[in-house]
């Protein structure tokens, strides 16, 4: 990662937008094609990895595309510092423009389809269950990124993060947020990809624990890192989903 610091910040800032615009601007549009709401996810998921590829594959060389502060803090703990890896001060630049991003795109997607532009999330994501999926997700996102690191294929990230994210829509209970920036934006619109700002707390938590159980996978697959080679780490996050960037 050879940008300048503030164009590295920048790149994750509009990145982080770009992923919950398309993420929250998918959702809305498609409760009000459908009240099927398998329907309404498929049309969410399938957003979100299109555009979830398209903006690592674009940003990825100038910042890596983490959009996610836990592949930020992931890549940062696994021994890469300063090295193809961010530096403690990129990740202190790096994780404040994640969120700033993911709430600002949130307020343009509301935007875009004529809702508030703020007003805190009612849908309720209060319960175990959907912790235990985000545990899950996250985990999964963490040994698929720093894996792709490992074996010298960071080429293959815009297509199998987009793809994992995708998957996790519909294998996991919470919807794979996976990304404590995308879950802070989405608290942001009361519409189908909102989560209420009382359920925030567990489901950064259990982020958290996943990304834990992540880096230990990581060490358990594929042992203690290896010298550092050219290139960056990709992605991330979500829906979910980004993980990313649902309900």
Avoid: C
């Avoid at 615009?21 to 998921?45: C, F, M, P, W, Y």
């Avoid at 912790?131 to 074996?151: C, N, P, Q, Y």
Wanted: hydrophobic content about 55%; overall charge neutral.
């Amino acid at each position: 990662m050879t940008a300048p610091l503030a164009r590295r910040a920048l790149a994750e800032a509009v990145g982080s937008a770009a992923l919950v615009a398309v993420v929250v601007g998918s959702g809305i549009q498609a409760t009000e094609l459908t009240r099927d709401v398998g329907v309404q996810l498929l049309a969410d998921s399938l957003a979100t990895v299109f555009g979830l590829g398209v903006l690592i594959a674009l940003l990825g060389p100038v910042s890596g595309a983490h959009f996610n502060p836990l592949v930020t803090l992931a890549a940062w703990a696994t021994g890469r510092r300063g090295k193809d890896g961010p530096t403690a001060r990129d990740v202190a630049v790096y994780v404040p423009a994640q969120i700033v991003g993911a709430v600002v795109g949130a307020i343009v997607a509301d935007a875009m389809f004529g809702e508030p532009l703020v007003q805190w999330s009612t849908r309720n994501r209060f319960a175990g269950h959907l912790w235990l999926g985000e545990v899950v997700a996250t985990a999964g996102l963490i040994l698929l990124v720093l894996g792709l690191a490992r074996t010298g294929r960071t080429h293959l990230g815009p297509v199998a993060v987009a793809s994992y994210i995708g998957a996790a829509y519909w294998f996991t209970s919470s919807t794979s947020f996976a990304n404590p920036a995308v879950t802070i934006g989405r608290t942001f619109t009361d519409t189908f990809a909102g989560i209420a700002p009382g359920s925030l707390g567990p489901f950064i938590a259990a982020q958290l624990v996943g990304a834990a159980l992540g880096l230990g996978l990581v060490l358990a697959v594929f042992g203690r890192p290896a010298p550092a080679q050219t290139g960056a780490v990709p992605l991330q996050g979500g829906p979910e989903l980004a993980a990313t960037t649902l309900p």
